[in-house]
Antibody
Framework: EVQLVESGGGLIQPGGSLRLSCAASGFTVSSNYMSWVRQAPGKGLEWVSIIYSGGSTYYADSVKGRFTISRDNSKNTLYLQMNSLRAEDTAVYYCARVLYSSVSFDYWGQGTLVTVSS | QSALTQPASVSGSPGQSITISCTGTSSDVGSYNLVSWYQQHPGKAPKLMIY???KRPSGVSVRFSGSKSGNTASLTISGLQAEDEADYYC??????????FGGGTKLTVL
């Protein structure tokens, strides 16, 4: 059974850093495209970042230069390093597996809440 | 402002059919047959309902169908049921590498 479990969210001050983790089971992270999608409170979904199986990475303009997506193959875990956090980064962050041929997200984690506030 | 435009809300009675539109541009919806739709119940993670415009993942009811014409994609739910009440989001590939979502549509089953 495919399962994704995020962790690492919390309350952080503006300008701070946080690293989110997404532990996967039932499939191999390194053989798939993986993504982060976020949802601000009461708002819609926003794509954040993707990592290809080959290692290429891409980011939304809103987080480019501040966020870094990565993975640890030995732990079958996806990460999102978030630096220079802003109030507008406050959201529930979901990791999702990408159905690469369709650029759709077929499995999602339960999400982890990041709150950026002083 | 979201990249893809969806109606804020739609409603229907049990057994009826409803359609949710998703309007993009020639740079996203109009250029790629890579439109997907997601259902999200309150407090839950999104669930993939349709991918590649018309395809249904295993386990998704045949009552859900997708289509596209030009820059507008659509999700149709037939035989509305109470459990269909949720938020629905469309999503489109928009080039290397960019993915855009719609603002979401709240479906109310009357």
């Amino acid at each position: 059974e495919v399962q994704l479990v995020e962790s690492g969210g919390g309350l952080i001050q503006p300008g701070g850093s946080l690293r989110l983790s997404c532990a996967a089971s039932g499939f191999t992270v390194s053989s798939n495209y993986m993504s982060w999608v976020r949802q601000a409170p009461g708002k819609g979904l926003e794509w954040v970042s993707i990592i290809y199986s080959g290692g290429s990475t891409y980011y939304a303009d809103s987080v480019k230069g501040r966020f870094t997506i990565s993975r640890d193959n030995s732990k079958n875990t996806l990460y999102l390093q978030m630096n220079s956090l802003r109030a507008e980064d406050t959201a529930v962050y979901y990791c999702a597996r990408v159905l690469y041929s369709s650029v759709s997200f077929d499995y999602w984690g339960q999400g982890t809440l990041v709150t950026v506030s002083s | 402002q979201s990249a893809l435009t969806q109606p804020a809300s739609v409603s229907g009675s049990p057994g009826q059919s409803i359609t949710i539109s998703c309007t993009g541009t020639s740079s996203d919806v109009g250029s790629y047959n890579l439109v997907s739709w997601y259902q999200q119940h309150p407090g839950k993670a999104p669930k993939l309902m349709i991918y590649e415009v018309t395809k249904r993942p295993s386990g998704v009811s045949v009552r859900f169908s997708g289509s596209k014409s030009g820059n507008t994609a659509s999700l149709t739910i037939s035989g509305l049921q109470a459990e269909d009440e949720a938020d629905y989001y469309c999503c489109s590939y928009a080039g290397i590498f960019r993915v855009v979502f719609g603002g979401g549509t709240k479906l109310t089953v009357l």
